[in-house]
T-cell receptor, first 114, second 111 residues
Framework: DGGITQSPKYLFRKEGQNVTLSCEQN?????MYWYRQDPGQGLRLIYY???????QKGDIAEGYSVSREKKESFPLTVTSAQKNPTAFYLC?????????????FGSGTQLSVL | DQQVKQNSPSLSVQEGRISILNCDYT??????FLWYKKYPAEGPTFLIS?????DKNEDGRFTVFLNKSAKHLSLHIVPSQPGDSAVYFC??????????FGTGTSLTVIP
């Protein structure tokens, strides 16, 4: 089945630790995105990438890093510089060009601080 | 600054009645609008979209209306069903590069 796979479903981070959230898609989509959701807030864009080896900062990129070495994969690293990392993280992808512009989302990763 | 706003955090509707969810935006350059449905601890799923060249789009029980002069869109669900109970997010896009999401409206359909 085609889709977006995020892992793990739940992740715990200790103080000063970097953690990496995985996002893989087999939809052959060009663009991939990372969003953060906090209670009572909308989805806020962290980073996005429209092509391999290129990515752009979103509205809240501080304390996060990404890579796009393969078209199918867009991992997000939450660094120790991110002081409030507890949130629900969503990965999304979409094709570029054409008329179908909608985002497809993975099932999310809940990150909590120990 | 929030470019897409959903001013009603929650809405309760009787089963079989109409649900109307509202969304306002500030950037008149947005050219594509979407509605997503989300259950707790899951990713949002796409419901319906509308291009800025249209003022209405319908898909089964779901209809989205766009009023560009008022910078307002709404989602109508008729008839509402208990399975429609979820959080609904509206989103707007500018040339498809970035998507801006509202804060969501939690819909409860009462059997």
């Amino acid at each position: 089945d085609g889709g977006i796979t995020q892992s793990p479903k739940y992740l715990f981070r200790k103080e000063g630790q970097n953690v990496t959230l995985s996002c893989e898609q087999n939809l052959n989509h060009d663009a991939m995105y990372w969003y953060r959701q906090d209670p009572g807030q909308g989805l806020r864009l962290i980073y996005y990438s429209q092509i391999v080896n290129d990515f752009q900062k979103g509205d809240i990129a501080e304390g996060y890093s990404v890579s796009r070495e393969k078209k199918e994969s867009f991992p997000l690293t939450v660094t120790s510089a991110q002081k409030n990392p507890t949130a629900f993280y969503l990965c999304a992808s979409r094709t570029l060009g054409g008329f179908d512009e909608k985002l497809f989302f993975g099932s999310g990763t809940q990150l909590s601080v120990l | 600054d929030q470019q897409v706003k959903q001013n009603s955090p929650s809405l309760s509707v009787q089963e079989g009645r109409i649900s109307i969810l509202n969304c306002d935006y500030t950037n008149s350059m947005f050219d594509y609008f979407l509605w997503y449905k989300k259950y707790p601890a899951e990713g949002p799923t796409f419901l319906i979209s509308i291009s800025s060249i249209k003022d209405k789009n319908e898909d089964g029980r779901f209809t989205v209306f766009l009023n560009k002069s008022a910078k307002h869109l709404s989602l109508h669900i008729v008839p509402s069903q208990p399975g429609d109970s979820a959080v609904y997010f509206c989103a707007a896009s500018l040339t498809g590069n970035q998507f801006y999401f509202g804060t969501g409206t939690s819909l409860t359909v009462i059997p």
